[in-house]
């Protein structure tokens, strides 16, 4: 049964792909209105983080913010869904590279990379399309449905070399030693021990330091990659942030602020959807 519920809904993402970008960005379209109505919860996350990291802002700024970011998600679902699904397609997107020397000499030199990134309501288009330009691993949260996984699974390794879950830490340290280069997500709440508490736009969250044991136990080069959308497609910039790693306190507070630089730039663009004060904050989500 899963077998026929698996190859329906891969079906059902292949369509997706297919229609109009317009059918998405289109506020009186049947697809926004039951896509609007799915997502409920997530546009009550939206709000709650936007208001608690910007609290300083009035309130019709973060109205405004909110609702762009809302629009933008239906735009990013077409644009996600279809690197799961696009093949040549995929080219039309033109990509700048800033830096991408930092990238490319220490894959030359086979040294292991942890690429680190921001949540970005574009990860799966952006990650697919570095992906094409370099041999890239891939870590995951799996999804608790073991169909939408595969789905899931299946997209990501159309040019990832590999994929592994978040949990599975001895596979990222093999990689690493490996000369791998491999993509981190720094920037959530794991509700782990490997965690310390550290500042998000001045507010108490949760951190993980697992990047900073990763350097310690492969000497691996830390890489931050920021990347953003452009009228034609993505730019990606790469910055060398090895010397961070100096405590697990030090990362937690400065991967933060790097992150909170990036955010600024284009504040729609991210990932607010996520419950990043959930140990910190729990109120703030009732």
Excluded at 209 to 224: E, F, G, Q, R, S
Aim: aromatic share 12%; glycine share 4%; with cysteine.
């Amino acid at each position: 049964m899963n077998n026929i519920i698996l190859i329906a809904l891969i079906s059902l993402t292949k369509l997706l792909s297919l229609l109009p970008k317009s059918i998405f960005t289109n506020k009186n379209s049947p697809l926004w209105r039951l896509i609007g109505k799915l997502m409920k919860k997530r546009k009550k996350v939206i709000t709650a983080n936007i208001n608690h990291c910007f609290s300083e802002k009035d309130k019709n700024w973060r109205k405004v913010l909110i609702e762009k970011i809302w629009e933008d998600t239906f735009l990013a679902l077409y644009e996600n869904n279809f690197a799961w699904n696009a093949g040549n397609k995929i080219k039309k997107y033109k990509c700048e590279y800033d830096n991408e020397q930092i990238l490319i000499n220490a894959q030359n030199n086979k040294e292991g990379v942890l690429l680190l990134f921001r949540h970005s309501i574009f990860l799966e288009l952006s990650a697919r399309l570095i992906s094409e330009k370099f041999p890239i691993y891939g870590m995951e949260r799996p999804n608790s449905s073991e169909v939408i996984q595969k789905i899931i699974k299946r997209g990501r390794l159309k040019t990832m070399k590999g994929l592994t879950s978040n949990s599975n830490v001895n596979q990222l340290i093999e990689w690493l030693k490996e000369g791998k280069t491999v993509l981190y997500g720094p920037d959530q709440d794991y509700k782990n021990k490997r965690s310390v508490v550290s500042k998000f736009f001045n507010q108490k969250c949760l951190t993980t330091t697992v990047p900073y044991n990763l350097k310690k136990i492969t000497k691996c080069k830390l890489i931050y990659l920021d990347f953003f959308k452009t009228s034609e497609g993505y730019k990606f910039i790469f910055e060398d942030i090895s010397t961070i790693a100096d405590s697990k306190q030090n990362f937690a507070d400065k991967i933060n602020k790097i992150i909170e630089r990036s955010v600024i730039k284009a504040p729609e663009h991210y990932f607010w959807h996520h419950r990043r004060f959930k140990s910190q904050a729990p109120e703030i989500y009732d």
